[in-house]
T-cell receptor, first 114, second 113 residues
Framework: DGGITQSPKYLFRKEGQNVTLSCEQNLNHDAMYWYRQDPGQGLRLIYYSQIVNDFQKGDIAEGYSVSREKKESFPLTVTSAQKNPTAFYLC?????????????FGPGTRLTVT | AQSVTQPDIHITVSEGASLELRCNYSYGATPYLFWYVQSPGQGLQLLLKYFSGDTLVQGIKGFEAEFKRSQSSFNLRKPSVHWSDAAEYFCAVAPGGDYKLSFGAGTTVTVRA
């Protein structure tokens, strides 16, 4: 089945530690995205990537980093510089080159930092 | 500033009753419009989308949405809700020519028996 996988589903870290969230897609989509979701705030874009080896900052990129070394993978690192890292993180992908703007989402990773 | 507004934070509806969720946007040109649904602790699922053409769009799970250019609205409707429709619903907008989505804050739907 085609889709997006995110792992792990739950992640716990101590303050001051960097943590990397995994996102893999087998939809052959060119574009991939990372969102942060907090209660009552909808989804906010962290980073996005249109093609391999290229990515751009979204609205709330501070304290996060990404890489796009393979088309199917777009890992997100939450660094110790992120002031409030506890949140639900969602990865998505789309195929804008084929005129398909709609994004497809993974199941999410809930990160708790204490 | 460009924005997406979902005026209702929470709606409670009886099973079998109709449901309408509101979405308004402020963009210069007609954007691409979407509705997504999210069950607790899950990712988002696309319900329907509007790019152009017929302003009444049919989606999955019995949902439909109507684009009204004059009101800058894209309201979601379902004639008869089921208990399984209890979830959070997000309206999303991609300004014409862009593929990044902007999301509303969401509307939580509770279905009572």
């Amino acid at each position: 089945d085609g889709g997006i996988t995110q792992s792990p589903k739950y992640l716990f870290r101590k303050e001051g530690q960097n943590v990397t969230l995994s996102c893999e897609q087998n939809l052959n989509h060119d574009a991939m995205y990372w969102y942060r979701q907090d209660p009552g705030q909808g989804l906010r874009l962290i980073y996005y990537s249109q093609i391999v080896n290229d990515f751009q900052k979204g609205d709330i990129a501070e304290g996060y980093s990404v890489s796009r070394e393979k088309k199917e993978s777009f890992p997100l690192t939450v660094t110790s510089a992120q002031k409030n890292p506890t949140a639900f993180y969602l990865c998505a992908s789309s195929d804008p080159g084929q005129g398909r703007v709609e994004q497809y989402f993974g199941p999410g990773t809930r990160l708790t930092v204490t | 500033a460009q924005s997406v507004t979902q005026p209702d934070i929470h709606i409670t509806v009886s099973e079998g009753a109709s449901l309408e969720l509101r979405c308004n946007y402020s963009y210069g040109a007609t954007p691409y419009l979407f509705w997504y649904v999210q069950s607790p602790g899950q990712g988002l699922q696309l319900l329907l989308k509007y790019f152009s053409g017929d302003t009444l769009v049919q989606g999955i799970k019995g949902f439909e949405a109507e684009f009204k250019r004059s009101q800058s609205s894209f309201n979601l409707r379902k004639p008869s809700v089921h208990w399984s429709d209890a979830a959070e619903y997000f309206c999303a907008v991609a300004p014409g020519g862009d593929y990044k989505l902007s999301f509303g804050a969401g509307t939580t739907v509770t279905v009572r028996a």
